[in-house]
């Protein structure tokens, strides 16, 4: 059993390092669906008809997410990844959508997609070719802008490949002014640090200030493996990414892949809630027209969401991991907190970890349930864990590769409750 000392946290929390991109979107972390991890390339629509890249399977996707409580709760873009266009542009230079397999074109799948309350995404590619090899965006950053905002696209996904990493900054700030120049309000999520990486780390001053959401690393897979290579890259290099997340501007960590394959039950609720605790875009790669009950339901969870959501937009930090356990914790508004407490054994049964309130943050000046505070279990399941001090013990039982995720909302309004025989401290 771990107990308080091991868990003992030290961190700062910092503001944004620059200014977000000031296009008035992603003033919380986007919310929606993206086909590629669960669809990737599939164009055979002789073979797979219900699951190739077609305007069917958005439209099918708009229907269900307008249908089945997924807009109520928040998710809102319908998002084409890679291998939507043909191979040619048209006679003006424009990308035009694969005939067979769009054969209403973007803009009226957009109005559709509209029609339903919700927003449509688009791909495209920084450099020469995107990754599947379509057509990539050099040399057409004004037209492919327009192209885009003239069919009504909410959202474009560019990606890196094919660009001299040298050239990467120049690109994306390009597109960036190119997207704005059309007056259409289009969110703007880049792949520009990943791609940078690998040969020098990136400016995330300059990347905020273009961008409103960025990749940095690796592309998620169906697997446990993946998400938990994805979390510790994240630890690993929180110290820089993590001041530059904030209202206006996100670290994408890459897809949701609940409710597909290759994770448990509890590696769903694991990657759910340091998805929230990371600040990070929520964006579903599943195929939700046939999706388990239980993985619905938790990425409907709607206390998850408003962590996920929380308008403050601090994403939190790794701040210990001992013993097989990470705490992860993210600072919410209104002086409260979101805890993660992350079971990275692999074997064995639940684990249970009793931690102290003082210990989950140390930053001069802030006061953890001083003098009270309490506290609520969100996952594994909803439960009021009560009223806490800084240093009573607070105990949580968790699976292997599961996450315990509370909330610490501070009592710290205090009056006196006058009474004839006595003054009485009262906390409310
Ligand atoms: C890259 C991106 C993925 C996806 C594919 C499409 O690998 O990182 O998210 O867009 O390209 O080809």
């Not at 997207?179 to 690998?198: F, V």
């Not at 013993?323 to 914790?329: K, Q, S, T």
């Not at 990275?344 to 930053?363: N, Q």
Request: charged share 20%; aromatic share 10%; net charge neutral.
């Amino acid at each position: 059993m771990c107990t308080v000392a091991c868990l003992l946290a030290l961190f700062v929390f910092t503001s944004p390092a620059a200014h977000a991109l000031d296009n008035g979107l992603a003033l919380k972390p986007t919310m929606g669906w993206l086909h590629w991890e669960r669809f990737m390339c599939n164009i055979d629509c002789d073979k797979y008809p219900n699951n190739c890249i077609s305007e069917r399977l958005y439209m099918q996707m708009a229907d269900v997410m307008a249908k089945e409580g997924w807009k109520e709760v928040g998710y809102e873009y319908v998002c084409i990844d890679d291998c939507w266009p043909s191979h040619q542009r048209d006679a003006q230079g424009r990308l035009q959508a694969d005939p067979k397999r769009f054969p209403g074109g973007i803009k009226k799948l957009a109005d559709y997609v509209h029609s339903k309350g919700l927003k449509l995404g688009i791909y495209a590619d920084v450099g020469e070719k995107t990754c599947a090899g379509y057509p990539g965006s050099l040399g057409f950053y004004e037209t492919d802008a327009q192209t885009f905002a003239d069919w009504g696209v909410d959202l474009l996904k560019f990606d890196g490949c094919y660009m001299d990493y040298t050239l990467l900054g120049e690109g994306y700030a390009n597109m960036s002014k190119a997207l704005n120049k059309t007056g259409r309000s289009i969110l703007y999520s880049c792949e520009w640090p990943l791609y940078e990486w690998p040969f020098r780390k990136p400016n995330y001053t300059a990347i905020r200030e273009a961008c409103n959401q960025w990749r940095n690393s690796a592309d998620v897979y169906d697997s446990w493996s993946s998400v938990k290579s994805i979390l510790d890259w994240t630890a690993s290099h929180e110290d820089v990414i993590v001041p530059s997340a904030g209202p206006g501007g996100w670290n994408d960590p890459d897809m949701l892949v609940i409710g597909n394959f290759g994770l448990s039950h509890a590696q769903q609720e694991s990657q759910m809630a340091l998805w929230a605790i990371m600040a990070a875009p929520l964006l579903m790669s599943n195929d939700l027209r046939d999706i388990c009950p239980r993985s619905k339901e938790l990425l409907q969870n709607r206390y998850i969401i408003a962590i996920s959501q929380d308008p403050m937009g601090k994403q939190g930090y790794r701040t210990a991991a001992v013993d097989n356990f990470e705490l992860w914790v993210r600072p919410l508004s209104k002086d409260r907190l979101a805890v993660a407490v992350f079971n990275k054994l692999e074997i064995g049964g639940p684990r249970v970890v009793s931690f102290r309130a003082v210990s989950l943050i140390a930053v001069p000046g802030w006061k953890i349930c001083d003098p009270q505070c309490n506290v609520t279990q969100i996952l594994p399941r909803y439960k009021e864990i009560g009223v806490q001090t800084p240093h009573s013990e607070i105990t949580v039982s968790i699976n292997p590769s599961g996450t315990a995720l509370l909330t610490v909302t501070p009592r710290q309004k205090l009056y006196w409750e006058d009474t004839p025989k006595r003054h009485k401290r009262i906390i409310v």
